[in-house]
């Protein structure tokens, strides 16, 4: 074999092993392991088939609406309507109001700031939404002759919707908590 036919026929190898990698097919449908998403108005993907009670473990007020007892500070009032904004700003105005005060509380520590905060909607229902909230709090501690500055996060859940908003205390991990739901705000 000369040069030539060598060159060549490693040129033609080369070009094929390198377009077959390319030469795949696309398709619009979804495969047996994809799911179509069909995002609301709102920018959320409302749960597959919304049953008339998604949430089992979170209470629901009686026609008297109980709030339950909360820190002293000053919240905000239930949104007049239930849209994704809406209940996030309410969510995210509530779990400041509330760590704040949470803070505050404690001996000797006085709250001085927020320097972060993430809110995001987890779930959406008939009735209205699940969010998620966490917010990350600075404070200053006295003891004595010093002062010791820190910094604490806290993560609130909430399900809100035209007539009440309940919130349970959370962690890191993403999930709906199953217990600690308690009210705190009716119309």
Known sequence: MD????????????????????????????????????EGADGVTPTASPTPDPLPNVPKPTSNCEISELPDSTYPSLPSSVSKSSVVNYSLEFEKAYSSATVENKREVTF????????????RT????????????????????????GSEEFYGWYYV??????????????????????????K
């Open 3 to 38: 040069r030539r036919q060598f060159c060549l026929g490693t040129t033609t190898v080369l070009a094929l092993s390198i377009s077959a990698g390319c030469s795949t097919t696309t398709s619009s449908s979804p495969t047996a392991t994809e799911s179509p998403a069909s």
């Open 112 to 123: 001085s700031g927020f320097d972060g905060w993430d809110t995001k909607v987890m779930q």
């Open 126 to 149: 008939k009735a209205g939404f699940v969010v998620r909230v966490w917010v990350s709090l600075d404070f200053t501690k006295e003891g004595g002759s010093t002062t010791v500055a």
């Open 161 to 186: 919707t035209d007539d009440f908003a309940v919130h349970a205390p959370g962690d890191s991990s993403g999930s709906i908590p199953s217990t600690g739901w308690e009210t705190v705000a009716c």
